[in-house]
Every structure is written in C-alpha cells, then in structure tokens.
C-alpha cells in the first residue's frame, strides 16, 4: 500500500482539506482526512485528478497517426510525465486511406490497453477524435487542402468501422453541404461533434447545435472572426450555453485578454482546455511532421506553410497559463483538464475524477499550477 498526503485534494466536484489518499494495485483505496503525512507528502500542493486531453496530435517525436506500438508508448510515457493520464488520439487531415490505416493500428492499440487495464505507468488514449476530412476550405489551418472531403455519411462510416467503436470526437465544418445530415448521423453513432476549422454563419451552427453537436475544436483558431451583426461560429459559440468549448491556451494561438474573454463566456461548466500538441512537444526546436506533413518549430512555435501547425503545448503548462491569464480558482481551473472533457466525450467512468475503486491516476500541483508530481495506476511518473 502507497499513501499520498498533501494540504488539498479536488476529486473532481469537491475539496478536502488534509487528504490521506492510498494506493492499493494501482487503484485507489481509500480517500479521507488527517494530518500525518504519507510516503508520498506534498506540502502546499493540491491532489487532482490526471488531465485528460480531448485534442492532441502526438508528441516525443511521434505522431498518433503512425499508430505503432513504439509510436504511442513514447507518446504516452511523455504524456504521463506531464499530468495527462487520459487522451482523444487526434487525426488529420490526410489521404483517406492513410487515415483508415492509422484508425485501424489506434482501435488495435487501444483495445490491446483496455485487455491490460492494471498494468503499464503510462498515459492512454481513450478514444480517437477525428480532426477532419469534413473541414472548410476557406479555414482549413494547415490541414493540406487536396486531402479535404465534402461531408459523407458513407465515407464517415468507413472511418467510423477503422477506429472499431473508438472514434468519440469528430469536428466538422457545419456551413458545408449535408454537414447537418451527417452531425445528425455521427451523433446518433455515439461520436460527439465538434464545430470547428469552419466560417460558418450564426444560421448554420445554431443547425449543428439543434441536431446534436455538443462542442467546438480550438475556439478562435480557424474559425470565422467575430462580426457584430452576423456572430457566426465564433459568436454562437461563445454565447450557446450550453455548448463546450475548446482553447489551446498556449499564450500563441490566443492572447491572454481572448482567453479571459473565453472563460467569461464558457465558465466553468464548459470550458475545456486542449494542447493540439504535435510530435514536437517535450523536443528541441527542429524539423517534424504532424500527419502527413513536415513542421518547422521554432521558439515554441509551429509552422507549415506559414500558418500555425499545432502547438508543443501540454496540458500542465496549459493549466498554469490559464490561472496566470484569468486569475480563476484552482478548482474551476482544475475542471476544464479533467470533469469538462470528460463529460463532453461521455468518458465521466474512465477519466476527470478520483474515487474509492478508480485506477490512481492522479497529480499534485502547487498553488500557481505548477506540476509537482505525476502518478498514473499508482506508480509517481515525475518529480
Ligand atoms: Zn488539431
């Protein structure tokens, strides 16, 4: 048995003071108060639960889309060592049988992961979200242009039987043609939609969001701009309540005044943040590919072609940039890595929270949100 004490623990809804939480066989034991302090003790510093990344391309070198079992292993090694437990393997843009190829090798991964569920201190994916093809021309980003699809309902379904059942997030550009019939489509297979690379007008999201779409990829990033008498995307989506939202909070792809401006708008309830970190994350400035093609990161910046390719953002630096921006609570912050993505991809059973039976995947961080600790089915990944 492993007991870990600290000053505070968020299990996901509320805080303890003085926690003493154990570890039994990777899973956690027991959650209650006291004030000794445990094998593992972290003075000053809040328990909560591993991070859970919605959108995330790859990272250590490697991109998701190689789909190999050293590929994701370096990924996930890295990913854990950074407080992310939990992760949506994100696709790109590419040429379709290169996609059904890698959602093929990722369903294989994963349903090895879920047959070995104790072992392995590593972070998982979970499911896959799939980053296109269904995306706008006009505000595709990087994503290469000649691999783009008009939405499909039977191209999505040939994607949909690859990942075998692990698709759980697909965004898509809602102003395209039979965009809505296919929101309603993936929606009903069970894969959230998510609006998003998209110049939309107000008309044509509020029809995603009426059949079912429950979230929007990258807010502000590729998406139509704000206008006062046509909000279009940008506008629904930060005024539609009942929507999530996604920001990579990176302080590059947003200012910190658009990220106060988010949180105001999405809060606490639907605030969600992501890295869309590629293969250079936790590397050197360099060369690198996100997909199908090539990436030059410089000073913490990634570019193709002239237009931001990604981030080498993760999701702990997420955190502290975000509490540095908004000045928002520790535990609304703690909600938009954990109970909000959870929640939007329908994963509340596997990731976001901590309690008695679950696999002890948890961080320690300090008041400004800085990392202290990483430990994933009770193993401590990083200092
Ligand atoms: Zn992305």
């Given at each position: 048995?492993?007991?870990?004490?600290a000053a505070?623990?968020?299990?996901?809804?509320?805080?303890?003071?003085?926690?003493?939480?154990?570890?039994?066989?990777?899973?956690?034991?027991?959650?209650?108060?006291?004030?000794?302090a445990?094998e593992?003790?972290f003075?000053?510093?809040?328990?909560?639960?591993?991070?859970f990344?919605?959108?995330?391309?790859?990272?250590?070198?490697?991109?998701?889309?190689?789909?190999?079992?050293?590929?994701?292993?370096?990924?996930?090694?890295?990913?854990?060592?950074?407080?992310?437990?939990?992760?949506?393997?994100?696709t790109?843009?590419?040429?379709?049988?290169m996609?059904?190829r890698?959602?093929?090798?990722?369903?294989?991964?994963?349903?090895?992961?879920?047959?070995?569920?104790?072992?392995?201190a590593?972070?998982?994916?979970?499911?896959?979200?799939?980053?296109?093809?269904f995306?706008?021309?006009?505000?595709?980003?990087?994503?290469?242009?000649?691999?783009?699809?008009?939405?499909?309902?039977?191209?999505?379904?040939?994607?949909?039987?690859?990942?075998?059942?692990?698709?759980?997030?697909?965004t898509?550009?809602?102003?395209?043609?039979?965009?809505?019939?296919?929101?309603?489509?993936?929606?009903?297979?069970?894969?959230?939609?998510?609006?998003?690379?998209s110049?939309?007008?107000?008309?044509?999201?509020?029809?995603?969001?009426a059949?079912?779409?429950?979230?929007?990829?990258?807010?502000?990033?590729?998406?139509?701009?704000?206008?006062h008498?046509?909000?279009?995307?940008?506008?629904?989506?930060?005024?539609?309540?009942?929507?999530f939202?996604?920001?990579?909070?990176?302080?590059?792809?947003?200012?910190?005044?658009?990220?106060?401006?988010?949180?105001?708008?999405k809060?606490?309830?639907?605030?969600?943040?992501?890295?869309?970190?590629?293969?250079?994350?936790?590397?050197?400035?360099?060369?690198?590919?996100?997909?199908?093609?090539?990436?030059?990161?410089?000073?913490?910046?990634?570019?193709?072609?002239?237009v931001?390719?990604?981030?080498?953002?993760?999701?702990?630096?997420?955190?502290?940039?975000?509490?540095?921006?908004?000045?928002?609570?520790?535990?609304?912050?703690?909600?938009?890595?954990?109970?909000?993505?959870?929640?939007?991809?329908?994963?509340?059973?596997?990731?976001g929270?901590?309690?008695?039976?679950?696999?002890?995947?948890?961080?320690?961080?300090?008041?400004?949100?800085k990392?202290?600790?990483?430990?994933?089915?009770?193993?401590?990944?990083?200092?």
């Amino acid at each position: 048995m492993r007991t870990i004490t600290a000053a505070k623990l968020w299990d996901g809804s509320s805080l303890l003071d003085n926690p003493i939480l154990t570890i039994e066989d990777g899973h956690i034991a027991s959650i209650a108060t006291g004030a000794a302090a445990g094998e593992h003790h972290f003075p000053g510093a809040t328990l909560a639960p591993a991070f859970f990344d919605v959108h995330i391309h790859g990272a250590a070198g490697h991109d998701v889309m190689e789909a190999t079992p050293e590929a994701l292993g370096a990924i996930c090694r890295f990913l854990a060592s950074r407080g992310t437990g939990s992760f949506l393997a994100t696709t790109v843009t590419a040429p379709l049988d290169m996609t059904l190829r890698a959602l093929d090798g990722l369903a294989k991964l994963i349903d090895h992961l879920e047959s070995i569920e104790n072992k392995g201190a590593a972070a998982r994916p979970i499911g896959i979200h799939l980053e296109g093809p269904f995306l706008s021309h006009a505000k595709c980003g990087v994503q290469p242009k000649e691999h783009l699809l008009a939405p499909d309902v039977a191209i999505f379904d040939k994607l949909y039987e690859a990942a075998g059942g692990h698709a759980r997030l697909m965004t898509l550009a809602p102003e395209l043609p039979d965009a809505i019939e296919l929101a309603a489509h993936a929606t009903k297979r069970g894969v959230r939609v998510s609006l998003g690379h998209s110049d939309a007008k107000t008309a044509e999201t509020r029809a995603a969001i009426a059949v079912g779409a429950v979230s929007a990829t990258h807010t502000f990033n590729a998406m139509r701009a704000l206008d006062h008498r046509e909000p279009g995307i940008l506008g629904t989506v930060l005024t539609t309540d009942s929507l999530f939202a996604e920001l990579i909070c990176d302080g590059i792809h947003s200012t910190p005044e658009i990220v106060k401006l988010w949180w105001r708008a999405k809060g606490p309830e639907r605030a969600i943040l992501v890295t869309d970190a590629m293969s250079a994350a936790g590397m050197p400035d360099g060369e690198y590919h996100l997909g199908g093609f090539a990436v030059q990161v410089a000073n913490g910046k990634a570019m193709a072609r002239g237009v931001l390719a990604g981030s080498v953002l993760t999701l702990d630096r997420a955190l502290e940039n975000f509490l540095r921006f908004t000045g928002a609570p520790m535990e609304q912050a703690l909600r938009l890595l954990t109970v909000n993505p959870a929640g939007m991809t329908g994963f509340a059973n596997k990731a976001g929270s901590l309690a008695v039976g679950q696999p002890a995947n948890l961080i320690a961080v300090d008041a400004e949100g800085k990392l202290v600790a990483s430990f994933v089915r009770g193993e401590r990944i990083a200092e």
